[in-house]
């Protein structure tokens, strides 16, 4: 019990400073919070109070801090989280999305962050001969079929999957670039064509629906946008792997393969 009370007491005081970091005016006790945050961060135990603060917090700074955290832990070079700590990890993500779809947006962004590179670096790990994080559109199904809330998160973990496979992020300069494209060549021969065509799909149906659509809702309007940067994202993933530079807009040949 006194240590329940001990971790309950470490997590208000994250809270605080997570609230002195992004909203002090004074500069030495934000630099003061940015330090004692770095180091939550750092330390070992920082899983479990990950996931306390998005459990019982209000602050979405708070719910931000244990999202970037979660992620760095999934992206260090010396994995540190079992297979079956990353399953569960992947989870509990989906499961709070479709709890709270109403998350400030950064929130939404940063978890959906998090989904996606849980499924790219574990794209080849298998339980019981099974690859556990390659079944996307199965994930995402409950969150599709739910509000337009709740489709937009499960349109935005897709588009995101998509953007993180197709770019060599800071985790994969760490690794191998062999792997990267293993990774990524995997993902465009198994899932791409189904996601691109499940957006196809979901535009068709609005578009169907257009008369009845409110384009002054906002939770509809932005719905669109997701699904037209979802389609955007598949039709511009680097298919050949000769993309160097993909910071670069410079380079915007489509290059669909001819089966789509």
């Not at 199965?138 to 969150?143: F, G, I, P, R």
């Not at 955007?232 to 993933?237: D, E, P, V």
């Amino acid at each position: 019990m006194a240590l329940e009370d001990s971790v309950t007491t470490e997590v208000r005081n994250l809270e605080v400073l997570c609230k002195q970091l992004y909203e002090s005016q004074d500069a030495s006790r934000r630099t003061e919070a940015e330090k004692a945050l770095v180091t939550f961060q750092n330390a070992s135990d920082s899983l479990q109070k990950c996931q306390l603060l998005l459990e019982r917090s209000d602050s979405a700074y708070s719910q931000l801090l244990a999202t970037t955290t979660l992620t760095k832990l999934i992206s260090r070079t010396a994995q540190v989280l079992s297979l079956q700590q990353r399953i569960d990890i992947r989870n509990y993500v989906l499961t709070y999305l479709y709890n709270q779809p109403k998350l400030t947006q950064f929130v939404i962004q940063g978890l959906v962050t998090l989904f996606a590179r849980i499924t790219k670096l574990g794209w080849f790990d298998a339980k019981e001969e099974e690859f556990v994080f390659r079944d996307v559109i199965q994930d995402v199904t409950t969150l599709l079929q739910g509000s337009a809330d709740h489709c937009m998160i499960g349109v935005q973990l897709l588009s995101q999957l998509t953007c993180e496979m197709n770019q060599i992020s800071e985790a994969d300069a760490n690794r191998s670039l062999t792997k990267h494209r293993k990774i990524a060549s995997s993902f465009r021969d198994t899932q791409l064509f189904e996601i691109f065509q499940l957006s196809c799909n979901l535009l068709r149906t609005a578009y169907d629906q257009r008369k009845s659509l409110n384009f002054n809702d906002e939770s509809q309007h932005e719905l669109l946008k997701q699904l037209l940067r979802l389609a955007h994202n598949c039709l511009t993933f680097d298919f050949i792997g000769t993309s160097t530079d993909e910071s670069s807009d410079d380079l915007c040949t489509v290059q669909i393969p001819t089966s789509w």
